[in-house]
């Protein structure tokens, strides 16, 4: 029963931004970290950005990640947010969410393409 839901991708110009929106639900949304990860053709999927949950603010995954990531608790919903893309941004981005001691969830992805 829990399922993540990501939405906003697409096809964005060199120098535009993106939103994308990752819908949770099943799980108790704000004891969860909430992360974004990316996977283009060929590469390794990366983490960009993370937000911890509000039991703890301790996840070392946080230090690899880029972009602006933020939460509404009340919502169910996580955002990330990046003006200035580039090509190199094109990839199937994913919204993953955790716990220190729970297990780990992950969404079907969505496509963003960065092109002129």
């Known amino acids: 029963q829990v399922q993540l839901v990501e939405s906003g991708g697409g096809l964005v110009q060199p120098g535009g931004s993106l939103r994308l929106s990752c819908a949770a639900s099943?799980?108790?949304?704000?004891?969860?970290?909430m992360g974004w990860y990316r996977q283009a053709p060929g590469k390794e999927r990366e983490c960009v950005a993370l937000?911890?949950?509000?039991?703890?603010?301790n996840y070392a995954d946080s230090v690899k990640c880029r972009f602006t990531i933020s939460r509404d608790n009340a919502k169910n919903t996580v955002y990330l947010q990046r003006s200035n893309l580039n090509p190199e941004d094109t990839a199937v981005y994913y919204c993953?969410?955790?716990?220190?001691?729970?297990?780990?969830?992950w969404g079907r992805g969505t496509q963003v393409t960065v092109s002129a």
């Open positions: 993953k969410s955790s716990r220190p001691y729970g297990n780990n969830y």
């Open positions: 099943g799980i108790r949304f704000s004891i969860y970290h």
């Open positions: 937000i911890t949950s509000i039991v703890t603010t």
